[in-house]
């Protein structure tokens, strides 16, 4: 039996004198505790810090635009007559604007003197009114009169 235990080789717990002694240091604790996603993550240098601090991406120049020159002037000229073709656009509306302001200033007034003329009208026509309901008053009084004559007339004994 001494044969076998001499060619195995002692655990870490059997050099210490047994269990519950440290066994080695926190850091390599650790390293075996980790699991195995974490260690393929360390080797393929995933976590290294860096030591340079990225800041923005890489810019690249305008001469080092793949572009050609004669595609940036068909670019210029697309831009400008678009503009220009905006401008023109906006100046119309612009124009139609003040065309339908006008039109709208217009109309306004003709409709607060079509509004006046209407008051006028209508004052006119009550006035009307007034002196028809008056007549027809005067009338019905008249004809009451009558009316009473005739009785009288009719009931009045003749002497």
Same mark, same amino acid.
């Given at each position: ?21 440290? *066994? ?5 604790? @650790? ?8 260690? =393929? ?28 020159? $004669?595609?940036?002037?068909? #670019?210029?000229? #697309?831009? #400008? ?8 656009? *906006? ?17 306004? =007034? ?16 009550? $006035?009307?009114?007034?002196? @028809?309901? =008056?007549?027809?008053? *005067? ?12 009785? =009288?007339? *009719? ?5």
């Amino acid at each position: 039996m001494s044969n076998v235990n001499s060619s195995r080789k002692p655990s870490n717990v059997e050099k210490l004198g047994g269990r519950g002694q440290t *066994i080695g240091s926190v850091e390599d604790y @650790l390293k075996r505790k980790r699991s195995d996603t974490e260690k =393929e993550q360390d080797e393929a240098g995933i976590f290294e810090k860096s030591k340079r601090t990225v800041r923005s991406p890489n810019k690249t120049r305008a001469d080092t635009l793949p572009v050609k020159n $004669q595609e940036m002037d068909e #670019l210029k000229r #697309l831009i #400008l007559s678009t503009s220009a073709n905006l401008k023109k656009e *906006i100046k119309n509306n612009f124009n139609q604007t003040a065309k339908i302001n006008e039109d709208l200033k217009f109309l306004r =007034e003709e409709m607060r003197i079509r509004e006046v003329e209407w008051r006028k009208e209508k004052e006119l026509w009550n $006035q009307e009114k007034n002196e @028809l309901m =008056e007549k027809v008053k *005067i009338l019905q009084e008249k004809l009451e009169q009558q009316e009473k004559k005739t009785k =009288e007339t *009719i009931y009045r004994v003749p002497t």
